[in-house]
């Protein structure tokens, strides 16, 4: 693993000294004190610690711990909190990387990791969301041994960090003085195998941990290793459109064919894709544990990952974009549907291209953290934490080499009638394998780079009033950075020195599955040196160079209480936290011909109350009321004052540094049965009344103040100055919308070695996106709500061996309201059904056999534009095992 450079910000170092300890476990939100480690012998034994803690929490809250050591339950972690009722994830390569948490996607959800916030960015395909620059936590950076506990926080407390509209997630690390042994050590190793790659891949864990005889000092530490070969494969459309008028329509009857021909919406690039991915991920934890007295206690931790990977993406197509040459094309023959679709064509005079692009891809994340806690008295505790995590996602190459048909002849194919999601493509007799029909015409590289940081400080006081009632209060203090950079060398050939034939710059490529189409795909590293590509001036691309600097100081006071209303044990708490956001932003805006940079600094405060009980009708039955003001802050991508400033027009383009953050009222009303032991059967009501939601507008008639951007970017001398109205496109504050569901859980084992595992929820959401055309207000679902997700796991377990599957479904969900594409009112995914399976045999105390399935339904990734759903995307990655050993002691 590369040795990474680490500082802390004089800010950080400075409240460190003023504060006096610190605290090593995560708070649960009645403000006990929660393990973060347990080591359990068992599947089963790992359920009924995890229900035991959800059963404990005044909060909704649940979680998920490791069966034994440094054994998760899945090898992602996205996929193991899919497995949460109200979790849905998002999936990258065939691995999970982002989660939504009761409809609300992973922008409105915040990661902690050993109690600090932190913030996790790496790149995916474009149809994967591309390179994150947003708030969301990307979970596939990380290796699943690496932790031992993760826990959802679905409702908010004044002690919890805000941000959050959806969740907060803990992730957490093991402390070696939980261990039982003096010395402990465990090994892991598997190797996979993916049956559409048909690549086998390694992947290890090793996990050390003492302490002293007296157990007052620990130490551990953690490496995990893990390679991945992926192929990914099948059809996309790059949406759909109908921008382009074809140039004659034989096939057409007359010229009122003609015109409904010219009005059907047609695939703007309708092709076959090949995605390569090759993924490293290391992994290092390290830990120090200090517990001089019964009262005290210090930890000291380090988490460090990186993520290296290539991705070739191979593809042959043929653009009829708004670009491409539709204006030039024969339609010979054609279908049409009710919803304006044309689901077959057949096209003369076609321009087909062929794209291979590469890229290199880096994470490196790190993170280390001081925490302590020391107990004055039976009434007065203290507890505080003080680190710093950063995120650096570089793709340093991201070249894509482009041939372009020549002399081409004979008709082209796409063919929707029988298959709506795979389009069936034929280039008829046209050789896509024959090197003179191709010549090498463009190239392009853009090298991006994306960091992030977060520099966290809290303490907290609690005291104990009465035997009934505590308070506690802190303080915090987070200074985030976020810089996002790409520049770009797109050269078309003809302007440096002319196209070049393909000769000895390309190999023959095919799909694995789908179809028996062969083409040539171009050879990038010869092509970029036959151009000399490295070498030719990177330009700087204005709208993604900026950045962002936000200090979120927040303070809490909040009384909690543990009583009785009559008979029936009573606890909860009641509280409020203030959070001062102090954002600047930089961006560069282009004035006429003049390139500006921008910096604009805004400040916010929120008061957030908040209120949590627990009423325990019975012994076995808790009756649970929550209510909270929540907020998320606004994404990063929409904080930038770059765009375009039109002083001859009076058009203002530019993101919008002024938004305010998401603002929500949140209600949960939940009923809990735990009806035999390690079982449960529950009910929640939730409810999210979202007072504000971020659109896209224009506004005619604005004033130049309204823009938030300074005076001093404009010329004088030309037609709009400040005291001028100006037309201004932006991100703004919209009037938000309301979110209602339920979840339902059943958990119970049956016997003395079965058990199940099931969960239902159900979440429906209208929000306002602005207005259309026509000045209609646009209603829609929350973009990332499923409807309907639910989980069902079995799981057969006994000293010697055991087994479990899981179903994990998720309903069709929005991506974009409204679309990109023109003819198209909205862009979603399809649902899920992932079946996973694993099992293990123990050989001795100390040693067994593990195997595990993952995806055997081979789910494919389809995507689709307009409510009619027309595909998108539709690829694959295949099914993928794990035949591995462990062995501790």
């Known amino acids: 693993m590369r040795v990474l450079n680490f500082k802390l910000k004089p800010l950080v170092c400075a409240v460190a000294m003023a504060t006096p300890a610190f605290a090593p476990f995560a708070l649960a939100q009645d403000g006990e004190m929660l393990e973060e480690v347990v080591v359990t012998a068992s599947y089963r034994e790992s359920l009924a610690r995890a229900l035991d803690q959800k059963r404990d929490a005044v909060g909704s809250r649940d979680v998920i711990l490791a069966e034994d050591i440094a054994d998760f ?211 290092f934890t390290g830990t120090l544990q200090w517990r001089p007295t019964d009262s005290t206690e210090f930890s000291l931790d380090y988490l460090g990952s990186e993520f290296d990977a290539t991705r070739d993406e191979e593809f042959v197509e043929v653009s009829i974009k708004e670009s491409g040459n539709a204006n030039e094309m024969d339609v010979l023959d054609y279908a049409i549907d009710a919803n304006n679709t044309l689901t077959y064509m057949q096209l003369d005079n076609v321009d087909t291209r062929i794209e291979h692009r590469f890229d290199k891809l880096n994470t490196k994340f790190q993170q280390l953290s001081l925490t302590a806690s020391h107990e004055f008295n039976d009434k007065l505790r203290i507890d505080g934490l003080i680190g710093r995590s950063e995120s650096k996602f570089e793709n340093p190459v991201q070249t894509t080499i482009i041939f372009d048909a020549v002399n081409q002849s004979g008709p082209f194919t796409y063919d929707a009638r029988s298959d709506s999601e795979f389009l069936d493509l034929d ?10 029909n191709f010549m090498f015409t463009e190239v392009r590289d853009r090298p991006n780079q994306t960091d992030n940081s977060f520099e966290n400080v809290s303490i907290n006081l609690e005291y104990d009033l009465t035997d009934t009632w505590s308070v506690k209060g802190g303080v915090s203090v987070k200074e985030y950075t976020f810089d996002v950079t790409e520049a770009r060398r797109d050269t078309k050939l003809s302007a440096i020195g002319g196209n070049q034939p393909v000769d000895g710059l390309f190999s023959l490529t095919s799909l694995a599955e789908g179809s028996n189409i062969i083409w040539l795909t171009p050879d990038v590293s010869k092509a970029a040196a036959a151009v000399d590509l490295y070498n030719l001036p990177a330009q700087l691309r204005d709208q993604d160079d900026r950045s962002v600097e936000e200090t979120d100081t927040g303070f809490y006071v909040q009384a909690s209480w543990d009583s009785e209303i009559s008979g029936m044990p009573l606890r909860g708490n009641i509280g409020v936290r203030q959070v001062t956001t102090d954002v600047t932003s930089t961006g560069y805006t282009k004035v006429g011909s003049d390139l500006v940079e921008v910096e604009v600094n805004r400040e916010y405060t929120d008061t957030l109350p908040s209120l949590n009980a627990v009423l325990a009708v019975t012994e076995d039955i808790n009756l649970r009321f929550s209510y909270a003001k929540v907020m998320a802050r606004p994404d990063l991508g929409n904080l930038t004052p770059g765009g375009s400033v039109d002083q001859f027009n009076g058009n203002v383009k530019f993101g919008n540094p002024d938004l305010d953050p998401f603002r929500a009222d949140t209600f949960d009303l939940g009923v809990e049965w735990y009806f035999a032991d390690d079982a449960l059967i529950s009910l929640a009501l939730f409810r999210k009344k979202i007072d504000s939601f971020i659109i896209s507008t224009t506004e005619a008639g604005q004033t130049w103040d309204s823009t938030g951007l300074p005076v001093s970017i404009l010329d004088p001398s030309l037609n709009f100055t400040e005291d001028d109205l100006w037309t201004v496109s932006k991100k703004a504050n919209g009037n938000g919308g309301d979110l209602n569901g339920f979840e339902m859980i059943w958990q119970q084992p049956i016997g003395d070695s079965f058990g199940v595992i099931t969960n239902y929820t159900f979440v429906d959401s209208e929000v306002e996106y602005g207005t259309d055309g026509n000045g209609d207000i646009i209603k829609n679902d929350l973009l990332g709500l499923s409807r309907n997700t639910y989980n069902i796991t079995g799981y057969f377990e006994t000293d010697k061996m055991g087994a479990r599957i899981s179903y994990s479904y998720r309903d069709d969900y929005l991506t974009a309201v409204p679309s990109g594409s023109a003819g198209n009112d909205l862009e979603g995914t399809k649902g899920t059904a992932n079946i996973d399976l694993a099992a293990h045999y123990n050989l001795s105390d100390n040693l067994k056999l593990t195997f595990e399935a993952i995806n055997l339904t081979d789910e494919y990734n389809s995507q689709f534009v307009d409510s009619s759903e027309r595909s998108s995307v539709y690829h694959h990655t295949g099914r993928q095992y794990y035949l591995g050993a462990a062995y501790s002691f």
Not at 164 to 173: E, Y
Not at 427 to 436: A, C, I, K, R, S
Request: hydrophobic share 30%.
């Open 73 to 283: 339950p899945d090898l992602n972690l996205a996929e193991s909190l899919q497995r949460i009722p109200g979790v849905a994830i998002s999936r990258d390569a065939g691995e999970g990387r982002n989660v939504s948490v009761r409809g609300l996607g992973p922008q409105f959800t915040r990661v902690r990791i050993n109690g600090m916030e932190a913030m996790s960015t790496t790149g995916g395909t474009d149809s994967s969301g591309g390179a994150n620059r947003s708030r969301a936590f990307d979970f596939n950076t990380f290796a699943s041994e690496l932790f031992s506990s993760m826990a959802v926080n679905k409702t908010s407390s004044a002690d919890l960090d805000e941000g959050s509209l959806g969740a907060v997630i803990d992730l957490s690390t093991a402390k070696p003085l939980d261990y039982k042994d003096s010395l402990t050590v465990a090994v892991s190793g598997q190797l996979g195998y993916n049956d559409l790659a048909e690549e086998t891949d390694p992947r290890g864990s090793i996990l050390v941990a003492g302490k002293n005889d007296a157990d007052t000092f620990g130490w551990g530490a953690t490496y995990s290793y893990s390679k991945r070969n992926i192929l990914e494969e099948g059809f996309s459309a790059v949406r759909w459109s109908s921008e382009r008028d074809f140039a004659s329509c034989s096939g057409c009857a007359d010229q009122a064919e003609f015109d409904t021909v010219n009005g059907g919406i047609y695939p703007r690039i309708p092709r076959y894709g090949k995605l390569t991915h090759e993924q490293e991920r290391t992994g």
């Open 427 to 436: 280039w008829g007799t046209f050789d896509l394998t024959d090197g003179d």
